[in-house]
């Protein structure tokens, strides 16, 4: 089982609606979550990280479960800028040398 | 400021080649990580380094050297290019001030070995 794991999507929504990715990790000593932003052929960018309480920043909501592993990462009202790979990260143990990138979910958001 | 610059941003190498991947970032941040991405891939740690001096291995770093002289600078070293080695390198910071381990990335370097 890989350690992080994320559907690679692509999710092809409209505009305007809401869309939740899941990222399932298999280590229950994960300290830190994150989600990250790509854009085609770009570097990655932290998007929010992910804290125990749940997390809101604008129109994008990040919730943690750690009963089940998971993380998750809510998009309300989609905008065509939204289309773009979201990376789910997970720091073991608090080491810098333990975080661990998920392979990304692609969304495109439709006209 | 900068943040974190790569060069080139783009190379092609034959096999058995050897080259050196620039990475530079102006953020004072003590840790620096090379990565790979592949298609179907996440990111994967090359090697890493926590401060000047100070460098260890990821999880896939046959093939590649690290040096850390500065705080500024971490360069990678293909020793002998191979096919395999055809990736998209991002090098990134990090500064152990910041609780949450967030990542600035370059902009990445295209590698082909043929």
């Known amino acids: 089982r890989k350690e992080v794991e994320q559907d690679p999507g692509p999710f092809n929504v409209p505009e305007g609606a809401t869309v939740a990715f899941n990222c399932t990790y298999s280590?229950?000593?994960?300290?830190?979550f994150f989600w990250y932003r790509q854009d085609c052929r770009k570097e990655p960018k932290l998007l929010m990280s992910?804290?125990?309480s749940g997390n809101e920043d604008g129109r994008f909501t990040a919730q943690l479960n750690r009963a089940s592993q998971y993380i998750s990462l809510l998009i309300r009202d989609s905008k065509l800028s939204d289309s773009a790979t979201y990376l789910c990260v997970v720091n073991y143990s608090g080491g810098y040398q333990k975080v661990t990138f998920g392979i990304g979910t692609k969304l495109q958001v439709i006209p | 400021n900068a943040g974190v610059t790569q060069t080139p941003k783009f190379q092609v190498l034959k096999t058995g080649q050897s080259m050196t991947l620039q990475c530079a970032q102006d953020m004072n941040h003590e840790y620096m990580s090379w990565y790979r991405q592949d298609p179907g891939m996440g990111l994967r740690l090359i090697h890493y380094?926590?401060?000047?001096?100070?460098?260890d291995q990821g999880e896939v770093p046959n093939g590649y050297n690290v040096s850390r002289s500065t705080t500024e600078d971490f360069p990678l070293r293909l020793l002998s290019a191979a096919p395999s080695q055809t990736s998209v390198y991002f090098c990134a910071s990090s500064s152990r001030r910041e609780r949450s381990y967030e990542q600035y990335f370059g902009p990445g370097t295209r590698l082909t070995v043929t």
């Open positions: 992910v804290y125990s």
């Open positions: 380094s926590v401060g000047a001096g100070i460098t």
């Open positions: 280590n229950s000593a994960s300290q830190s």
